[in-house]
Nanobody, 124 residues
C-alpha cells in the first residue's frame, strides 16, 4: 500500500503563511503525480494544486493562484504546498494525494492514494 503523511498545518492569522509537506512511501513512487485537495466543514472536497511527476507541470485552483505554490523534492519523496496571504476561506483539512501516473490531474477520482489530512485554521 502507498502511504502519504501530511504535516505543517496549524493556526495562522489572515495574511500569514504556512508550508504543508507530504511524504510518500510504500507503493507510491517518487515520480507519481501528486496533488493537494481541501475540504471545509459541510463542503465538498475541492482541488487546490497538482504537480506532475517531474515537477514541470503544475495546476492551481483559481482561488489560490498567485498565493499558493506546489513543489516537490523527488529525492525526499516529498511534495510541498507553500501557502501565502492566507484567507479565512482557506481554512480546511488539506489532503495530499498521489496517482499512478506522472501526469498531473485536477480530478480527485484520478488519485489512488490519500493522506489522513492536516488541519489549516485561519483567523480573521
Amino acid at each position: 500500500q502507498g502511504q502519504l503523511v501530511e504535516s505543517g498545518g496549524g493556526l495562522v492569522q489572515a495574511g500569514g503563511s504556512l508550508r504543508l509537506s507530504c511524504v510518500a512511501s510504500g507503493r507510491t513512487s517518487s515520480t507519481n503525480a501528486m496533488a493537494w485537495f481541501r475540504q471545509a466543514p459541510g463542503k465538498e472536497r475541492d482541488f487546490v494544486a497538482a504537480i506532475s511527476g517531474g515537477g514541470y507541470t503544475t495546476y492551481y485552483a483559481e482561488s489560490v493562484k498567485g498565493r499558493f505554490t506546489i513543489s516537490r523534492d523527488n529525492a525526499k519523496s516529498t511534495v510541498y504546498l507553500q501557502m501565502n496571504n492566507l484567507k479565512p476561506e482557506d481554512a480546511a483539512v488539506y489532503y495530499c494525494a498521489a496517482r499512478p501516473s506522472t501526469l498531473a490531474s485536477q480530478q480527485g477520482n484520478g488519485y489512488q492514494y490519500w493522506g489522513q489530512g492536516t488541519q489549516v485554521t485561519v483567523s480573521s
